[in-house]
C-alpha cells in the first residue's frame, strides 16, 4: 500500500522558517521524482518544488526559488522541504506527490494528504 505522510506544518510569522518532510512507503521510491504543492483556501493547487530520483536535479516555482530548498534521502525514503523567509503568501496546504521517474512531464501518480502553513503577517 502506497503511503506519503507529510509531517512539519505549523503556525510561524513571517520571515520565520519551517521545514516539512515526508516519509513514502508501499513503492521504489529511488525510482521515483518526487515533488510538493501547496493549494491556498479558493485557490487551484499550484507546483511548489520538484527533484528528481537520484537528487541531481532540483525546480522550483519562481516565487519560492531562493528561499525553499527541496531535498531527499533515498536511504529513509523521504523528502523535505526547508522553507525559509516565509511570506503570508505562503499559506496552504502542503502536499507531497511522487511519478515515476521516467514519466518526464507527466501527472503525478502518488500523493499525501497535506500539512496545513500558516503564515501570519
Known amino acids: 500500500q502506497v503511503q506519503l505522510v507529510e509531517s512539519g506544518g505549523g503556525l510561524v510569522q513571517a520571515g520565520e522558517s519551517l521545514r516539512l518532510s515526508c516519509a513514502a512507503s508501499?513503492?521504489?521510491?529511488?525510482?521515483?521524482?518526487m515533488a510538493w504543492f501547496r493549494q491556498a483556501p479558493g485557490k487551484e493547487r499550484e507546483f511548489v518544488a520538484r527533484?528528481?530520483?537520484?537528487?541531481?536535479?532540483?525546480t522550483y516555482k519562481p516565487s519560492v526559488k531562493g528561499r525553499f530548498t527541496i531535498t531527499r534521502d533515498n536511504t529513509k525514503n523521504t523528502v523535505s522541504l526547508q522553507m525559509n523567509f516565509l511570506k503570508p503568501e505562503d499559506t496552504a496546504v502542503y502536499y507531497c506527490?511522487?511519478?515515476?521517474?521516467?514519466?518526464?512531464?507527466?501527472?503525478?501518480?502518488?500523493w499525501g494528504q497535506g500539512t496545513q502553513v500558516t503564515v501570519s503577517s
Open positions: 508501499g513503492f521504489t521510491f529511488n525510482r521515483h521524482t
Open positions: 527533484i528528481t530520483w537520484n537528487g541531481g536535479d532540483e
Open positions: 506527490a511522487a511519478r515515476h521517474r521516467t514519466d518526464v512531464g507527466g501527472d503525478y501518480i502518488y
